[in-house]
Antibody
Framework: QVQLVQSGPEVKKPGASVKVSCKTS????????LHWVRQAPGQGLEWMGW????????EAAQTFQDRITMTRDTSISTAYMELSRLTSDDTAVYYC??????????WGQGTLVTVSS | EIVLTQSPGTLSLSPGERATLSCRAS???????LAWYQQKPGQAPRLLIY???SRATGIPDRFSGSGSETDFTLTISRLEPEDFAVYYC???????????FGQGTKLEIK
């Protein structure tokens, strides 16, 4: 079965970077794009960007374009999202999601990133 | 960018009543790229409907989705106590593979 398993919670200081991983299984990794979504406390869902798992190409939402780096390692079917220059506004749960029009969406369990001095 | 607008912002109903939630897109959305999620406090979003009208695995048949192009609806036929939560719609394209969410509808007990 399709699974997306994310790395554990992180606590970071303002100005630091965080890297979240999303390990996939149950399907051919390179056949699907992976997206990143976040949700700040008490707020809605915010799309951050996607990575083409085959080519490594990426596209980010304008809000994050200068701070986000999305990569993947096809040998271990894992995608990564790194967000730099963190502020308290980046405190949120971060999700990876496999979105495709040919199958249901699948989501990771979420990774809580807390930014605090 | 496709903007999704959900209405109402808050819906107050009683158990046993019918709930109708709306999601309107700023431009036409392919029906096979529209999903609905339920979210309860402290939990991850739970997929209810994908492809505008297909129920996800394990979702009760009191949940149904409909609509096309710019207007989509999630209907809960008879509300159970566990259905009171926040509901989000989502669209995800393929060319380009962009994604956006509605701002959510809070379904609360009247």
């Amino acid at each position: 079965q399709v699974q997306l398993v994310q790395s554990g919670p992180e606590v970071k200081k303002p100005g630091a970077s965080v890297k979240v991983s999303c390990k996939t299984s149950g399907y051919p990794f390179t056949n699907y794009f992976l997206h990143w979504v976040r949700q700040a406390p008490g707020q809605g869902l915010e799309w951050m960007g996607w990575i083409n798992s085959h080519s490594g190409g990426t596209e980010a939402a304008q809000t994050f374009q200068d701070r986000i780096t999305m990569t993947r390692d096809t040998s271990i079917s894992t995608a990564y999202m790194e967000l730099s220059r963190l502020t308290s506004d980046d405190t949120a749960v971060y999700y990876c999601a496999r979105l495709s029009t040919s199958s249901p969406p699948y989501w990771g369990q979420g990774t809580l990133v807390t930014v605090s001095s | 960018e496709i903007v999704l607008t959900q209405s109402p912002g808050t819906l107050s109903l009683s158990p046993g009543e019918r709930a109708t939630l709306s999601c309107r897109a700023s431009q036409s959305v392919s029906s096979n790229s529209l999903a609905w999620y339920q979210q309860k406090p402290g939990q991850a979003p739970r997929l209810l409907i994908y492809g505008a009208s297909s129920r996800a695995t394990g979702i009760p048949d009191r949940f149904s989705g409909s609509g096309s192009e710019t207007d989509f609806t999630l209907t809960i036929s008879r509300l159970e106590p566990e259905d009171f939560a926040v509901y989000y719609c989502q669209q995800y394209g393929t060319s380009p593979p962009m994604c956006s969410f509605g701002q959510g509808t809070k379904l609360e007990i009247k």
